[in-house]
Structures are given as structure tokens and as C-alpha cells.
């Protein structure tokens, strides 16, 4: 039952968060800025229970895929927030799909996880259904959509966040679900804002384009980030990564739902029907 309601506040959860994020960046935020800040309040926000864990028990292993973790899940946030902010929410949620197939294929050298038959059919159908929604673009499904920025982004942010979900069960493994979010949320602050200063973004200027009706946009969005990463964190504890990384793709439905809901995204019922049979690639894991 734990696990079940973790996979479902976390498929809830990442979409929520891609909405306030490019609400955000269409208020004048800049993508890296955002995703900097969210880190940050997340970073405030766990000092008081990190001051009880005795870090320097923790070996070489351990803090090394802490900064590997860090240093590629900052850069995937941030070209996730390039393409929330430059795309449409309902085609580059469902681009995430690919991810389990890049989680399996490092996970099988890395964490040793050998997929079954069924695991790797279900993955298939998601998949199969994300074609639905890439067809809906103007390109459609072709080598063509990769001229649109929004699209690299978000292949590039999937890539990236899908070997940082290596790392994370690596660090799983070696601590708990609840330390490795601690240090996730650390070494990603620490990371993003290093790359504010490689991609030239000023903070001067992004503190004074901070209006008063951020406020409440900045706190929703760490809570679904929060909400997201431990959800993560527990499933990666219980299951392989692929398999979670799968059934993670589920969100793609509430992806489509939210860009029709918030900011009328258009081609609906096709997009619904690649995100269904995605959810029935994810039932089968489920069943298996």
C-alpha cells in the first residue's frame, strides 16, 4: 500500500510541478533560475533534519555518486524547464516515456537489474503510445521534430535525469531513501547554481524581476518537487528502476490533461489515446 500511494503522489506530482514551472518562466523567470530556486528552498527546508545524520560514516562511493548524481540531475532539470517553457506541456511530459528504456539499458551494468519478458513488452507499449503524441506536432513522428528546440531540451533532460536515477538508487542502496533526498536536493542546489553562471544568467537581475505573486508559484512548486522526489526515492527502494521509471509514465495522461486544463494546449483526443495505451504498457508491469 506505501508503495502504491508513493508511485501514485509521484506520478501526480512531476506534472504539477512542469506546470508551475512554466508558469513561472512565462511570468519572465529564466528556466535556470527557477530551477536554482527550487533546489534551494529545498536545500533550507531539509537542514534541520540533516544536522541528526552522521555523514562522515559514509564512504568514497557514496559521495562520489553524489556528485555525479548532482552534477547531471541539474543540468536535466534545467533543460526540462528549456522545454516546459518553450513547448507544449502535453507533447513534452509524454517525451519522458524513453526514460526507462535508458534507465534499463545503465541499470543492467550499474545496478545488475535484468528486466523479465513482460517488464520489457509494457515498456514497449509506452513506447508505442508516446508516438501518438509526437505525431500531433506539425513534423509529426519523423527525425524532423528534432529541429525544435523544445524537443532536443527535452531528450536531453530526459537522458540526464535517467542515469541521475542511477545514481540516486545507487545512493539508495548505500544509505536510505531519506538521506539520499537530503543530498539530492543539496548537491542539485549546489550544481544549478554553478550553471546559472556558465549559461551567463544574473541573479541580480532575475531577484529583481522576483514579483510578489511568485511567492505562492516558488512554494507550490517545491511541495511538488518534494512530493515528486520522495515518491521516487521509496520506489526506487522497492523495485527496479526501469520498472519505476516505467510506471512513473504514467503522469503522461495527467500531462495532457493539465495542458488542456491550463493553457489550452490543442489535439487532445490523440494525445489521450497514445497516453492510454502508455497506461496499459504500465499495468502490465504492474500485473507482473
Known sequence: MILFLALFFRILSSPLANV?????????????????????????????????????????????????????????????????????????????????????????????????????????LIIYGSFFILDTMGERFSWKIFNRPEIRFRFAAMILTAIEAIFIKKIIILS???????????????????????????????????????????????????VMQFGTNYSFANMPVAYALALFQLSSLVSVLFGYRFFHETQIRKKIIGASIMIAGAVLIILM
Open 176 to 226: 536510505s531513501p531519506e538521506r539520499s533526498f537530503m543530498v539530492w536536493c543539496f548537491f542539485n542546489a549546489l550544481f544549478s547554481f554553478g550553471i546559472l553562471f556558465v549559461f551567463g544568467v544574473n541573479p541580480k537581475s532575475e531577484i529583481t524581476a522576483f514579483k510578489k505573486s511568485h511567492i505562492r508559484q516558488y512554494l507550490l512548486l517545491i511541495l511538488s518537487i518534494g
Open 20 to 124: 508551475f514551472q512554466k508558469k513561472l518562466t512565462a511570468s519572465g523567470q529564466h528556466p535556470l533560475w527557477v530551477n536554482f530556486v527550487g533546489f534551494f528552498l529545498l536545500s533550507v527546508a531539509c537542514l534541520p533534519f540533516a544536522g541528526n545524520v552522521a555523514w562522515s560514516s559514509f564512504g568514497r562511493d557514496f559521495w562520489l555518486y553524489c556528485v555525479l548524481g548532482g552534477i547531471v540531475g541539474a543540468l536535466g532539470n534545467g533543460y526540462l524547464i528549456k522545454a516546459v517553457q518553450s513547448g507544449d506541456l502535453s507533447v513534452v511530459g509524454p517525451i519522458n516515456s524513453y526514460k526507462s528504456v535508458v534507465g534499463l539499458l545503465f541499470g543492467i551494468p550499474i545496478l545488475g537489474e535484468l528486466p523479465h519478458i513482460e517488464g520489457i513488452i509494457g515498456i514497449g
